[in-house]
């Protein structure tokens, strides 16, 4: 394979998925969403890094030098965008898990995932953000999804069905 | 600066990447990423959450022309099984990324995110970091997607909602598409270089010899990759691994912390229940 072309596609991939969750972050107001972007984001990042750990593993002859500080951490060269990969999954996993918690407290307390209730955290003189325009629920996204009948309708005794035979 | 940095900075394969001057405005418009940009970010503009009419069609038509334009431009691997396989990962993780931000509904929006996060771990082992490829659908995938679901249900039981269906406005939503935009248009004009290097015709033999060097024991290729990453970050990031550890514990800490806030304590609650 053309190691120079595998970099070059997955520096590219990278870029465009850190794009995707930066509009996603920015336009979207689903607390829940802006996360999943967030995380998004980190994805592109890892990888660019997984590309630039192939390509210098291509480069320089890895792990063989063994005498000497500076031969040690040339070998070392390959293995850097992995391990920094490991570290960013471990940091995603601890986001992840405090962002969830937060997001849980703030839906108890608004009743909502929209980040547009808490805008009384916005600066003084800052004018309210007010939606222009609230579309109407259509009736097709009313519909849900309902599960097929399977089988035979079993028998159902039609005084149990009127009280319940223990509480 | 450092006498490493400099010699860093004049090592040949960094030099490479990035570009030189600036591209006149003809070399811009006949280019195809641009063009590919272009429509990639009116696709995503016509695809998020409004009120158009005939948005959803035209900027998938729109998505498809841009992909394959901006694909068109990418420098071939040389061996068309490794392209095949690699233009369809990068379809399944970008596509499945824009329908991400694109779905009206947030459970579809964690559901595409989860094939997402398998796209990307495909990419992975595509590349050699067969530990990533895994630890990335165990933990994104199978934690932290499943998380992102519970929440989603437990906060949102009555589904459809009206935040979902619009935006912060047209100004939010224009300029955050046209930075990102802007973003990888940069991307890609910085490495017109390493584009042009990687274009240029290379001997079998060099091939050849990289592929030899990946597969050399302490490479990523060999297949004790798993000793060579273990070696790697218990010997050298160590000490990362312990505030790795630490920072673990303390989202842990407060996560719960934040959880119970404001209750008070089992055995209050139970002695006033009593009481």
């Given amino acids: 394979m053309n190691e120079l072309s595998l970099l070059y596609n997955y520096l590219a991939v990278g870029g465009i998925l850190f794009a995707l969750g930066l509009i996603g972050f920015l336009v979207r107001r689903n607390m829940i969403v802006m996360f999943l972007c967030a995380e998004m984001m980190l994805q592109g990042v890892s990888v660019s890094l997984i590309g630039f750990g192939r390509y210098h593993g291509s480069l320089a002859a890895a792990g063989i030098a063994s005498a000497g500080q500076a031969e040690w951490s040339q070998a070392a060269g390959p293995w850097g965008g992995q391990m920094l990969v490991i570290f960013i999954i471990t940091v995603a996993a601890c986001e992840a898990g405090i962002a969830m918690a937060l997001v849980l407290m703030l839906a108890r307390r608004s009743g909502s995932l929209d980040a547009a209730f808490w805008q009384d955290l916005r600066e003084e003189g800052q004018p309210a953000f007010v939606d222009q325009e609230v579309p109407e629920e259509r009736t097709e996204d009313r519909v849900w999804p309902v599960l097929t009948p399977a089988g035979v309708r079993p028998e159902s005794d039609p005084d149990q069905l009127l009280h319940r035979p223990r509480v | ?275």
């Fill in chain 2, 1 to 275: 600066m450092s006498h490493w940095l400099l010699t860093e900075t004049l090592h040949l394969s960094e030099a490479l990447l990035l570009a030189e001057g600036l591209p006149g405005w003809r070399e811009v418009l006949l280019c195809r990423s641009f063009w590919a940009i272009l429509l990639g970010g009116l696709a995503v503009w016509l695809l998020l959450p409004n009120r158009i009419a005939y948005g959803k069609t035209l900027g998938g038509v729109l998505g498809i022309i841009g992909a394959g334009l901006f694909a068109a431009d990418w420098p071939l691997l040389g061996n068309w099984t490794d392209q095949g396989v690699f233009w369809l990962l990068a379809l399944i993780t970008i596509g499945a990324a824009a329908s991400t931000i694109c779905s009206r509904s947030p459970v579809y929006s964690a559901i595409w995110f989860a094939l997402s996060i398998l796209g990307t771990a495909g990419l992975f082992f595509y590349n050699g970091a067969q530990f990533l490829g895994v630890a990335t659908v165990v933990v994104y995938a199978g934690a932290i997607v499943v998380t992102f679901l519970f929440v989603i249900m437990l906060a949102q039981p009555a589904g459809h909602s009206d935040y979902d269906r619009i935006t912060w406005g047209w100004f939010p939503k224009t300029f955050s598409v046209l930075t990102a935009a802007v973003f990888v248009g940069l991307l890609t004009m910085l490495l017109g270089n390493l584009k042009t290097a990687a274009e240029a015709p290379v001997e079998p033999a060099a091939l050849a010899a990289a592929a030899e060097r990946l597969e050399q024991p302490g490479g990523v290729l060999n297949s004790a990759h798993m000793a060579n990453v273990g070696k790697h970050l218990f010997t050298e990031h160590l000490i990362s691994v312990e505030l790795a550890g630490t920072l673990l514990l303390a989202a842990l800490v407060g996560a719960v912390a934040m959880a119970i806030q404001g209750k008070p304590r089992l055995a209050t609650q139970i002695e006033e229940a009593l009481r």
